[in-house]
T-cell receptor
Framework: SQKIEQNSEALNIQEGKTATLTCNYTNYSPAYLQWYRQDPGRGPVFLLLIRENEKEKRKERLKVTFDTTLKQSLFHITASQPADSATYLC??????????FGTGTRLQVTL | DAGITQSPRHKVTETGTPVTLRCHQTENHRYMYWYRQDPGHGLRLIHYSYGVKDTDKGEVSDGYSVSRSKTEDFLLTLESATSSQTSVYFC?????????????FGQGTRLTVV
């Protein structure tokens, strides 16, 4: 069966450092991979989408890589700030644009 | 937030009672989805719609039904609520395109079945 794995343990980093979150998947060949941010009590918010033929995508302090051979995506936040503290969700796009989500990784950025 | 409104935002209901959650969008997006979010499971797709009166099952559809009579409204019904359906429910919308499709989520409905 399809499986998406994100590190379920919280990631704690110091302000100014680069946070790197990992998303691994099995039994899946997605055309797109997406990253969302979710704050407590709120719905997920779209951050970045990367296609299977793209290796890397950037948006401001965010960078996503997509390795279809390793079946892995890495999500980087450079110069992290306390406001970046949230849960980050990886999602794979299937038919009918249905999203299959990982369980998310909680990021805590401290001063 | 994109124009998505979920109602109610919170509900407590008794086991065995029917419950309907509503999702209303003002974006005219073709696709609408219902997800539930539980600790340790993440977001799981319940049902989705790809047009008016066109719906299909998701990963965890047992015990749920949906209806979409208008583009802007997508209803999720629990015919006879059970404690296992205690969860946070999210509605999402998307408009498919060649460049890939991002989803916009509502604020969620916290449902407690006692």
């Amino acid at each position: 069966s399809q499986k998406i794995e994100q590190n379920s343990e919280a990631l704690n980093i110091q302000e100014g450092k680069t946070a790197t979150l990992t998303c691994n998947y099995t039994n899946y060949s997605p055309a797109y991979l997406q990253w969302y941010r979710q704050d407590p009590g709120r719905g997920p918010v779209f951050l970045l989408l990367i296609r299977e033929n793209e290796k890397e995508k950037r948006k401001e302090r965010l960078k996503v890589t997509f390795d279809t051979t390793l079946k892995q995506s890495l999500f980087h936040i450079t110069a992290s700030q306390p406001a970046d503290s949230a849960t980050y969700l990886c999602a794979l796009t299937g038919t009918a644009s249905k999203l299959t989500f990982g369980t998310g990784t909680r990021l805590q950025v401290t001063l | 937030d994109a124009g998505i409104t979920q109602s109610p935002r919170h509900k407590v209901t008794e086991t065995g009672t029917p419950v309907t959650l509503r999702c209303h969008q003002t974006e005219n997006h073709r696709y609408m989805y219902w997800y539930r979010q539980d600790p340790g499971h993440g977001l799981r797709l319940i049902h989705y719609s790809y047009g008016v009166k066109d719906t299909d099952k998701g990963e965890v559809s047992d015990g749920y039904s949906v209806s979409r009579s208008k583009t802007e409204d997508f209803l999720l019904t629990l015919e006879s609520a059970t404690s296992s359906q205690t969860s946070v429910y999210f509605c999402a919308i998307s408009e498919p395109g060649q460049g890939g499709t991002e989803a916009f989520f509502g604020q969620g409905t916290r449902l407690t079945v006692v």
